[in-house]
């Protein structure tokens, strides 16, 4: 192999895997939402993250949220995934917990949010690029 062949076999690596971490600077920081997610109102605790290095379904955020007995599991849910709607580019895998229990996405909201950002988009509208959060608006789940 060339050594001319060599350094384009590099560069293009480079590029790619500069690429994998799905960051972008036009998004609202992750701080920023993981602090908004712990005051929606029935949230008790949070632990989210956002895994921006991933092999199989690309970068996505993931964790639990647990809430209170009383607090709407959904509508909690929506929002939260309202919120992260504005942040890093990627899928969601945040669970719900309450009273020790995981509470499935998929039952409380009708779908799945990993890999299905088109529904996150007819849900939610398209991705800003704002680094401003804005507070959704009532989510679907929350207008009942």
């Known amino acids: 192999m060339t050594a001319s062949r060599l350094v384009a076999i590099a560069a293009v690596t480079s590029l790619l895997l500069a690429g994998c971490s799905g960051r972008t600077r036009d998004a609202v920081p992750d701080d920023v ?13 949070t632990d ?14 993931t964790g639990a949220v647990t809430i209170e007995a009383s607090a709407d599991a959904a509508c ?32 409380l909201l009708g779908f799945a949010a990993i890999g299905n950002d088109a529904q996150l988009e007819r849900r ?9 959060f804005t507070e959704p608006k009532d989510p679907p789940a929350c207008r009942r």
């Not at 993981?34 to 605790?45: H, K, L, M, N």
């Not at 993250?49 to 690309?58: C, M, N, S």
Request: proline share 3%.
């Open 48 to 61: 989210v993250a956002y895994e921006g290095q991933t092999w199989t379904h690309g970068p996505f955020y």
């Open 76 to 107: 909690v849910l929506d929002r939260v995934y309202a919120m992260l709607w504005q942040g890093q580019p990627g899928s969601f895998t945040v669970s719900l917990l309450r009273d020790g229990t995981f509470l499935i996405s998929e039952d």
């Open 124 to 132: 939610y509208g398209q991705r800003t690029g704002s680094r401003t």
């Open 33 to 45: 939402l993981f602090d908004e997610i712990a005051r929606i109102r029935g949230v008790t605790e």
